[in-house]
């Protein structure tokens, strides 16, 4: 029996050792049977982080450009898909990297980008060091939400290409695949969850439909990755709402992924500069001649680029629960447990919530905010 339908039994039937177990020694009854609940009560909040999503309307920047003697690979601006579509997105800007002829690489930026270009640079036979100011934990990248999203504001539909749908969905299908190779690994850096969508109206939370803005969606060139999303008729699953469904979606414990990565640069004999440019014309201190530049939402600075637009994620982090194994959206907010802590994210207005807002400040009262629907939710359950 495969891991959904195993928890779909323990949630919906409930295990005969455990009820038992439960008659002897619980005195609380679990109101979700096989599904533990999140304690979610605004004193376990132990941090609040803001993530900034480097959005570009026309897509990420593959380009490559020539500064002085120096050959640079853009490799930035995948809103919110950024951890989704970094291998693929890597292997295309490696492979023009690699054209050029020279066998020590440089790569601008630790994050998410960054650390999956210079991977790729030395499975490809690259000598890599990598530029940056900052290195996991403190790269905005470690701030996010930590789910496969990978056309999460990745573009504007009337601003790309034609050619962009097919690479998208290049870029998706061999991060994808890639991540099937991090499944089962020590700390456990990518892993599936199962994910409930729960309402009690028709139009809810990130349901709204977003305004002003076409956002594209290509999900549907890529159905056969995941599981369908199935609704869940009334009485088959312990949630107090007027509509649930399911279905199943990689998660990434981001800090464990993280350190992975950087030791796998690493132990491949990579390098780390502690580094900060204030504009292209000073890549001229370094030797390499080839760059990857995975700035991210830096390279809106570095590179003097307005086209990338800010949107803001604001995530409260609740105290771990190696219990929770399941994730929800309910009421607009997002609750997906991770090994580090469990992340509850207002979503707001779906796709522009946070659209154009440059501030990095922590807001505790919509921290707090976001808690208290998912603490309704659960308590709701009790009655």
Known sequence: MDRRHFLSAAAFAGLSGCAHRAKVAVATPNPLPGLMPVRAETDRIFRTTVCLRPFRAAGPRLEVERVGDKTVVHNYGHGGSGWSLSWGSSSIAVE??????????????????GLT?????????????????????????SRATGSWTPDSRVALTNAV????????????????HTYETYL???GNPVEWKDMYDLTDGEQEGPKQQDAGLAFARYR??????????????????????????????????IASYSRQLVND?????????????????ELVQIGQKVIINATGYGARALWRDESIVPVRGQIAWLIPQPEVNYGLMYGGVLMLPRRDGIVVQAMGIGEMEGYNDASEAPDRAA????????????ARMKR
């Open 184 to 186: 089962g690994l020590a």
């Open 117 to 141: 270009s210079a991977i790729l640079l030395q499975r490809a036979g690259a000598k890599v060091t990598i530029y940056a100011k900052d290195r996991p934990p403190e790269v905005r990248s």
């Open 96 to 113: 023009r990297a690699m054209a050029v002829g020279e066998r020590e690489v440089a790569v601008l930026g630790c994050g998410a980008l």
């Open 220 to 253: 549907d060139r890529v159905r056969d990755l995941t599981p369908r999303r199935r609704e869940l008729p009334p009485g088959s699953h312990p949630f107090p709402v007027k509509s649930a469904s399911l279905t199943s979606t990689l998660t990434f414990n």
């Open 265 to 281: 640069f690493l132990v491949e004999g990579g390098k780390i500069e502690r580094v900060e440019f204030q504009s292209p014309s």
């Open 367 to 378: 921290a707090e905010a976001a808690v208290g629907v998912i603490a309704g939710l659960y």
């Open 161 to 176: 290409s034609p050619d962009f749908p097919a690479l998208w969905e290049r870029m998706c299908r061999y991060s994808f």
